[in-house]
């Protein structure tokens, strides 16, 4: 029953969301798409640079058996170079495109709540005089301010960083399936468990502040 009511409640709220917005959304959602590429780039290169620590003739084979070694003639002091420039940029990559995501997310939710906010203040100034001078304007103000905040980082922040979330999570789960399936199977679950064990011991706190 809980979730019906938030499912009705997230579509009038989404009924209430300015067409330009939603086209908006769309790009956030690209974006979104590419963080979580990088994400496993930067995940992805800490396992050559492991390698090129431990063994760096195994990266090199390996290079030599795809054919880029032997194109590249690379020695063990540019391989290395190599590996520790791939690393650094996957990770500032990642990192800047974090950012801006986050930028875009919250300055989105905050347009959002703007819009709403504008059009419940039209809609209550234009109530008919007698409300009007029945109501203190102060109340009326703040009662909108403090309803749009707990809109924003309540609602729509946390859904988004869901969707967020749920997306690089996805491509992580194809990329580590495409490496190793038996190793995407151990992970996975194991972290699912993890994570449903901690919610089923901190419920009651989740519960109260929710």
């Known amino acids: ?60 084979n390996s290079l030599n058996l795809h054919g880029i070694g032997s194109i590249t003639n690379l020695q063990d002091k540019d391989l290395r170079l190599l590996v520790v420039a791939f690393f650094c940029i996957s990770i500032i990559a990642a990192g800047t495109i974090r950012i801006i995501l986050i930028r875009l997310t919250s300055r989105f939710s905050l347009e959002i709540c703007s819009d709403i906010c504008s059009e419940i ?5 234009s109530q008919p005089y007698v409300i009007q001078i029945s ?46 399936p038996s190793l995407a199977l151990f992970i996975f679950p194991s972290f699912a468990f993890l994570y449903l064990g901690m919610g089923y011991f901190v419920r009651k706190k989740l519960h109260i502040n929710s």
């Open 1 to 60: 029953m809980k979730i019906t009511n938030l499912t009705k409640s997230l579509l009038t709220l989404c009924s209430y969301i300015p067409k330009t917005r939603k086209f908006e959304f769309l790009g956030i959602f690209f974006v979104m798409l590419i963080a979580s590429v990088f994400e496993v780039a930067s995940i992805g290169s800490v396992i050559p640079l492991l390698t090129i620590i431990i063994n760096p003739e195994i990266l090199k």
């Open 121 to 125: 203040f039209l809609k209550t100034i």
């Open 135 to 180: 109501r203190n304007s102060g109340d009326i103000i703040h009662a909108i301010l403090s309803q749009t905040n707990s809109l924003i980082y309540e609602i729509i922040l946390p859904i988004l960083t869901i969707i967020s979330s749920a997306i690089m999570g996805l491509i992580i789960l194809m990329a580590v399936l495409m490496y190793s």
